[in-house]
């Protein structure tokens, strides 16, 4: 009998940081596409769009105006998720139904007050402001008594659910630890009291050995396609050094985390000769007055495209009654990323 | 200090039936929407497609022709993720690094030979024809000694990634059971074991109870909201009697089955006066030999639209690093949805 091969059979990967699996069916890319296919964006832009509720100068639905901001700005969302000053208390029925109020607080960052670019236009320094504004808001947010977890992110591109081109991103910050970071936190912590060591820099130290799934590096930083990526060009920015979250970042540490954000957003847009559409967030610590030290800093990309700037990876039916599937394996993903370094 | 109201304020809500959490802002229905909207396929279709490789006589990808089916028609998929001779095996690397061949089935069943019509417009002495051949499937698949679990679904409109109008769904059949089935069997294993009742069978009765959240029922089923839902208007079937899956229905349930599929779906078409998408299925009970006591045999939907037949909910930046958000609660969906029975 043939035997096993990662690279030919249908097989299912374990995701060593969340405990789920995601099935990969290698041979399933050579499937025709007549289903949907995205519009592109049209890339013409201007630098200010006098309509754009995010440009310096402009209105905002709350009827403030918005400062003629020279680099990054932040503000607390006009259509928050999250409120500071929801009341307390809870819902239950039997044990089956059983809510709870959730405080928290939503923002918004612009990243440049410059309308028509994006995280790979704007230059390394620009970027670097962008992650100390990322750092101050974790801090002070963090700091607050009923603020436990603060989720850094940005949606890229209107299939991704943006509704404004201008390059911002979003935080929400809330009393509860969301589920990934939850599950996260789980599995870190088991690896860090059964070995003494982060789970991530081991991992680390594994792909680094392999080398197959690394993207690209820098003296701080590596970003790879996971062992167990869910979307077609999912990648994750590691830190060679375990830190738990941005205010333990060195003042070089800061600059390398920029110039890597800059280059993968760089060889994306390059892999479909289009601006590349992707959900991005930071992974940290909870803020819940604990230290964490199984916790390792790191950043995930999801986009959605698999085969061109037009057609996406849907994840529907199975993926949502089982479990996530994907077709090109993250061994020849990252081989593709690498060629466009 | 206002009390907490679950209509007003921001609140998680516990998910009794796999464990996870939903975040849920009701405020938040009202953010006007300037981003992607869904461009809807227009309703004209023959009712035979003689470039369709669903259609009666049609010739599929690998050279074999449809016969003239009456009513439905199973084969296996031309481009199946999951292959019956995938040989054993496994890949690891340090405990980091794990992935495990998997085995499997991929079928693909058309629900009619007409090209032309959804579940919504055929009738229920045809739709109850699917759902004997949904339970010859569960049985026959789950039968094989390396099937240990059989997921039936459906992607239905182009926006759920289905790649072809023709009223069809899937199976794939496999040897693990995949994340979503595996969380609900130890929640629902845990409640069995502590109660001595199915958890399905305990909530149904609470939502019966409740009302709010009830969208149609019959002798044998009920439709409804789950207090946890994440998609703005997502149902669940479950069934009145305790039971774990397709082959122990009986004849009336049977039918029952197939006349609420049928209603619950004419009510979604109604909704935004479109042929309703969304990605469906059937949780059962692993194929795995054993006896699951604790399983409740129901169907989830999850359908993507928000506000129109154009605007969709987009689970994207937060939902992908923390967990699932929904801005209107699943009681004012619920409401809605009753309106339309
Ligand atoms: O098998 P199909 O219909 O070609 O493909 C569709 O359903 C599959 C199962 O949910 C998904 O993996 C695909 O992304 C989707 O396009
Ligand atoms: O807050 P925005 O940009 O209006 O909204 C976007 O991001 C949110 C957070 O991921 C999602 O809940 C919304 O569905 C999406 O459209």
Known sequence: MESFDLNDHSHRRYNALTGDWVLVSPHRSKRPWQGQQETVAKEERPQYDPTCYLCPGNLRA??????DYPSTFVFTNDFAALQSETPA???????????ESERG????????????LTLSEISVPEIRKVVDLWEQEYLELGALDYINYVQIFENKGTVMGSSNPHPHGQIWAQSSVPVEPAKETVQQTQYYQQNGRSLLADYLALELEEKTRIVLENEHFVALIPFWAVWPFETMIISRR??????????????AFAAIMKQLSEVYDRLFQTSFPYSAGLHQS????QEHPEWHFHMHFYPPLLRSATVKKFMVGYELMGNPQRDITPESAAERLRGLV
Chains 1, 2 share one sequence.
């Open 105 to 116: 607080i939503c923002r918004v960052i612009c990243f440049s007050p410059r309308h028509d």
């Open 89 to 99: 208390g809870s819902f239950t029925k039997g044990n089956l139904i059983k809510a």
């Open 286 to 289: 909870p803020t819940d007055g």
């Open 62 to 67: 709350n009827g403030e105006t918005n400062p």
């Open 242 to 255: 375990h830190f738990q979250h941005l205010g333990q970042m060195n003042d070089t540490e800061k600059d």
